[in-house]
């Protein structure tokens, strides 16, 4: 069977590379085992005996041949064999992950920003999580921007905590997908300039961690020391992608840095979607500018997406912290060099380089289509100038024709004539 799959494959994989050749196609069912028998033929070998002085005889057209669905079936899983894999693979190591005694933390970024306190006060009336931490991570203490919580109703072993952050980020420790979504649509009252849900599903991030004892001894077997450049006394460490933390109480600091390294990272992927759609939003420009055809754009539009371009480099560059670590990490060394991990890991630092070139090509395209518009507005205004000169010569040409061409015109005479004619000799 497998002899017979693999000839039909080969006689479909001849039949691609030579499309002009002419196949004579036919379907044999041999013991269940042989389907298919091709044999190409030329004009030639269809008349051997043919005199070359006699007119060859005209081509019959063939008939086409329609694929079976079963060979378009196996084309596919030959075309695509590495996509099925690469989803295979993914959802294999959550699993293997999971019967590991891996649990899950989940990263979202639903809005622009949150209002932490009316969120604070809710949760209480609400009487299912209870507030371990309000604090703010700045040095001047101006506002408190990063809101921990726990559920005081416990479902297994493991606690579930959550972190929110007010640039519109939350981070779920060990929640299942249905509360998970629950305190998803509960924030919606909180948010300021939400985004859309499917935007919000596709930049989601999910990462494995799991607790460790005090020890520091990884799921090898191996000690910290030996893999890592922290030592055995550290409460938690990353490395191959997952996150190991110890189960006491103050590992709270270093769930803090994993989730605000993870929130960075979503909340990246929001606004390199974001460019994505401008960039999308540009394209058409360009081809007006190639084919050298009228821009179809409007001088107040393009000024709204200069905005939106600055307003972009300006959250990327100057509001966030994706430049440099936060200062919140200046005097904890251990704490700064897991969330530089954690940021290296999700290429945190390329990513910013590469939006910031893109943004650059971006400002390039948009200086050039303005200054053209601009150009196009002052040869309008120029042409109107010219017109409204023409106009006014115009009317002034026919004042003028007017005035010399009209039979009653009254002539003046001099008045000292008819005296000087009356005076007698």
Not at 166 to 193: A, K, M, P, Y
Not at 393 to 414: I, N, W
């Amino acid at each position: 069977m497998n002899f017979a799959r693999l000839g039909f494959e080969q006689v479909v994989l001849r039949g691609l590379r030579a499309p002009r050749q002419q196949l004579r196609t036919q379907w044999t069912m041999v013991s269940g085992r042989r389907w298919l028998a091709s044999e190409a033929t030329s004009p030639a070998a269809a008349s051997p005996t043919a005199s070359p002085a006699e007119p060859a005889p005209k081509k019959q057209p063939q008939p086409q041949v329609k694929p079976r669905p079963l060979a378009e079936e196996r084309l596919e899983s030959i075309l695509s064999p590495i996509r099925t894999r690469i989803i295979r693979k993914k959802r294999l190591a959550i699993d293997e992950l999971s019967a590991l005694g891996f649990l899950n933390t989940r990263g979202y970024t639903t809005a622009e920003e949150y209002n932490l306190e009316d969120l604070q006060i809710a949760l209480r009336q609400q009487n299912l999580y209870e507030t371990k931490r309000f604090f703010s991570t700045d040095n001047l203490d101006v506002e408190q921007n990063v809101l921990f919580v726990a559920a005081k109703y416990p479902t297994g072993q493991q606690p579930r905590e959550i972190f929110f952050f007010r640039e519109g980020s939350v981070v779920f420790w060990n929640c299942s997908d249905i509360e998970t979504n629950n305190v998803l649509s509960f924030l919606r009252s909180f948010e300021r300039e939400s985004y859309v849900s499917a935007l919000v599903h596709g930049e989601s991030e999910v990462m494995p961690y799991t607790y460790i004892p005090s020890t520091a001894v990884d799921v090898e077997g191996d000690l910290v020391a030996e893999s890592s450049d922290f030592n055995v006394t550290s409460r938690a460490f990353f490395q191959n992608g997952k996150f190991f933390v110890t189960a006491d109480t103050d590992s709270f600091l270093y769930k803090y840095t994993f989730s605000n390294a993870m929130a960075q990272s979503i909340k990246l992927g929001i606004w390199e979607a974001t460019l994505d759609r401008y960039i999308d939003s540009i394209e058409h420009l360009t081809e007006d500018l190639k084919r050298g055809r009228r821009l179809r754009i409007s001088r107040a539009a393009m000024l709204r997406k200069t905005g939106e371009l600055f307003a972009l480099r300006h959250v990327i560059n100057l509001s966030s912290d994706l430049l440099d670590a936060p200062d919140f990490y200046w005097d904890r060394e251990e704490l700064e060099a897991l969330y530089l991990q954690v940021c290296s890991y999700f290429s945190i630092t390329r990513r910013t380089k590469v939006m910031n070139e893109k943004i650059n090509h971006c400002v390039e395209l948009a200086e050039l289509v303005s200054h053209n518009l601009n150009d196009a507005h002052h040869i309008r205004l120029e042409w109107m100038i010219i017109i409204l000169i023409m106009v006014e010569v115009g009317f002034e040409v026919l004042h003028f024709v007017s005035d010399h061409s009209d039979p009653h015109t009254l002539s003046v005479l001099p008045l000292a004539a008819p005296a000087a004619a009356s005076i007698p000799k």
